[in-house]
């Protein structure tokens, strides 16, 4: 994987720079309607932690379903200055997925990881961190950037997490991998509820 920024202030700079405006493109919105779809038919659009939202690519997505809460966490504030958008009723919130934690009192109905697993240190302990911010039911929700290059980084860090959710303390619901020919791209997607 290319390197990437790693404090705000440098996500800030890419961010006003343009670096990340291709992921509200046409050929990057598949995977974010299929999240939206998977909420939306499990019941579990109406309180959603989106874990590194950037400019609300995943919110433009969710709105119409009129989540009664959301709460988009990145990094970058000034990712959310470019958003253009209100996410009420809910809010954006700089703050590192690794350090996070709720207002007291609050969990989700879903989580979100969208394009975001690939900068953290140990996606499988964050989902085990993760699932404690869930309502009894809820679902963690993701997907992936694959690369074509099956002993890539970026694909040991999907087996990895894969294995970790096969495991018998997930339940999963939905497995997919998604190509768009148009950029010849593939992301790996996975929906999962904790047993």
Known sequence: MAKNASTAAEWDAEYRKGRWDFLGSLTESGRSGILASWLA???THTSILDVGCGEGVFYRHIAPLKPEHYVGIDLSPESFTKSGIDPAPGRFEAADLHTFEPQPGETFSAVVFNEV???CEDPAAQFERYKAFLRPGGVIAV??????????GANRIIKRLWDATDGADW?????LSLTSGAKNVTW????????
């Open 171 to 175: 339940e999963v619901l939905d497995d």
């Open 188 to 195: 790996k997607l996975r929906l999962v509820r904790p047993v």
């Open 41 to 43: 038919e499990t019941g």
């Open 143 to 152: 997907s992936m950037y694959a690369p074509n290059r099956p002993d890539s």
């Open 117 to 119: 697993l690939h900068f």
